[in-house]
């Protein structure tokens, strides 16, 4: 199986980014308090009672440019270590106000320095495609994920994204996320192999300070049994 390890993120991005000069940061974590036992990839991190998370710093260049930073990437694994597993960079290029349009889009780039421990190259990056609608007080938004270890486009790993989303009010929103990896676009793996995990998610996006919560389980072999969830997010 070629799915990439653990993640520092579980997220499934809106094409908001912060406006011209605007700063901010996201405290993401996640803990598998029931997860995989075994590793990825020889000498890799065993994701059960794991906790992962990571910073992300951003700042608003233009009205269609958000450039961001994910630094530290850390875990604190299940048998009591805490690693430091690398950092990455983002740039996401949106379609203007995306916020306040019934139809939006973007793409999110990224590229990753990592630990050996971390993934099974020192560097990777990420195709992050964002498509939604609005009606009404839904949210509907696919992510269409491309993974790579810069190995040829036949390695590319497909792990998309979605989430439905009903927005209780302009602050509180409930919605279901699925996370999913099917490994390489040119040998999807069966079923069983694949990972697909659900999430039942909270939002409270009140001002300066947001905070997201889910809780995830997973429905095949290769996922992980329960995983939780929480982005804290500040704006300066």
Not at 134 to 147: F, K, Q, W
């Amino acid at each position: 199986m070629t799915a990439y390890a653990q993640t520092d993120e579980i997220q499934v991005y809106d094409a908001t980014i912060n406006e011209l000069g605007q700063f901010s940061v996201e405290l993401h974590n996640n803990y598998t308090p029931i997860g995989r036992k075994l590793p990825d990839f020889v000498g890799g991190i065993v994701p059960n009672q794991t906790l992962n998370g990571v910073p992300e710093w951003a700042s608003g260049v233009v009205d269609w440019l958000e450039l961001g930073a994910y630094l530290p990437l850390y875990s604190w694994t299940g048998n009591r270590r805490f690693l430091i597993d690398g950092a990455k960079l983002r740039a996401e290029f949106v379609v203007p106000r995306a916020q306040e349009r019934s139809f939006f889009y973007s793409v999110n780039l990224e590229l990753s320095f990592n630990a050996r421990y971390w993934e099974p190259t020192r560097n990777s990056g990420e195709i992050r495609p964002i498509i939604g609608v609005r009606i009404g007080p839904v949210d509907l938004i696919a992510n269409p994920i491309l993974d790579t270890l810069f190995q040829g486009l036949g390695s590319l790993d497909f792990a998309p994204a979605a989430r439905v989303a009903y927005n209780l009010s302009e602050s509180w929103a409930a919605a279901f996320e699925h996370y999913a990896d099917y490994s390489q676009l040119s040998h999807f793996e069966p079923l069983s192999r694949q990972r697909q995990t659900l999430f039942a998610v909270v939002d409270d996006k009140a001002d300066p300070v947001s905070v997201e919560f889910g809780i995830g389980h997973g429905f095949t072999a290769a996922s992980d049994t329960l995983v939780l969830k929480m982005i804290v997010s500040h704006d300066f």
